[in-house]
């Protein structure tokens, strides 16, 4: 049998092309993954890798939906503040571009 055709709540989309896998994108990727997991949200948020967003000057790249927050120049050190900030407590966010300067 097919698993359930489930639709998440929230989902971070991971831009993994070249620029941004190689400016740390798939580490990042893997800790919302991890972080998702350990909050017991695996059923409520997904992490979906995308191809190239075309904007690689602001690599590694991803974005927050249903909020279509965007965030660049992300780093490691910033995932878990966006974890929390975005995922953990949708819609509290005033300034999206706070955390990427
Ligand atoms: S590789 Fe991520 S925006 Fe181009």
């Given at each position: 049998m097919s698993k359930a055709f489930n639709i998440p709540q929230q989902v971070i989309y991971m831009c993994a092309g070249s620029k941004c896998k190689k400016r740390g994108g798939k580490e990042i990727g893997k800790l919302f993954r991890n972080m998702a997991k350990a909050a017991g949200f695996e059923d409520t948020v997904e992490i979906i890798k995308t191809d190239c967003t075309d904007r690689c000057k602001f690599a590694p790249v991803m974005s927050i939906q249903p909020q279509n927050t965007w965030l660049h120049d992300v780093t490691e050190a910033q995932a878990t503040q966006i974890f929390n900030q975005?995922?953990?407590?949708?819609?509290?966010?005033?300034?999206?571009?706070d955390l990427t300067t």
């Open positions: 975005y995922i953990r407590k949708p819609g509290k966010t005033e300034n999206p571009s």
